[in-house]
Structures are given as C-alpha cells and as structure tokens.
C-alpha cells in the first residue's frame, strides 16, 4: 500500500507505466513540481496548500526511498542518505517556512532527474 501512495500522488490519470525506469522519472518529476507549488504557497501564505505540497513531495522521497535495490552496490546507500536528507529539509521548510529548504529540494531533484534521463537514456516528454 505504501508503494502506491507516492506513485497515486503524482500519477493520478495515468492508468499504466512503460517501465520502472518511467516511473521513477515520472517520481523525480512530480517532486519537482509539488515542491515549487509548495514554494508557491509558502510566498502566498497559504499554510494548507504549503503542507498539502510538502507532504506530497514527502510521499514521492518515501517512495523512492522504500524502492532502492541495496543488492545494486553503493549507489543505493548514497540515494538512501540523499532521499532522507531530502525528507528533513522538508520538514525543515514546513515548519520554518523556509523557500531556501525548498529551493535546495529543488536544485537536487534536477540534478537526480538529469542524470537519471542520462543513465537510463529514458526520452523527455
């Protein structure tokens, strides 16, 4: 059920997935978009929609946490660690409504989903 609730929170029309490697794409995505909608929120002063976003966001990280392959080597330890920092700056932000947390958030999502599109070769949409 846990592995349903990221992949429910951002693919919410979509019925099937091509691959693994498309739905953590599709997961990096949705996290970016929720964190700058929370960081919309934040500037606006809309406390509800700042923790909707944020725990949206948090749900993606979760997810994508709970599917790493330690079996894979090192790399997985380190997105491990990656993922959780994420989850805390979240938090972070939340609580301090603090857009520089998210920014950070931000800033690490592109730079994961940039180099997943490399690795896996998957085509941008």
Do not use: C
Not at 58 to 74: C, H, M, P, W
């Amino acid at each position: 059920m846990r592995t349903n609730l990221a992949y429910s929170a951002y693919s919410q029309n979509n019925v099937s997935i091509e691959s693994p490697e498309k739905l953590i794409k599709m997961l990096y995505e949705g996290a970016l978009k929720f964190t700058a909608q929370a960081k919309r929120a934040i500037e606006l002063n809309d406390v509800e929609k700042k923790v909707y976003w944020i725990n949206r966001t948090t749900a993606i990280f979760s997810e994508l946490l709970n599917s790493l392959n330690y079996d894979g080597g090192e790399i997985a330890h380190y997105l491990s660690g990656l993922y959780t920092y994420q989850i805390k700056l979240l938090s972070e932000a939340n609580m301090k409504n603090d857009t520089k947390k998210l920014d950070e958030v931000l800033n690490v999502t592109k730079v994961l989903l940039q180099t997943w599109n490399e690795e896996t070769k998957v085509e941008l949409d």
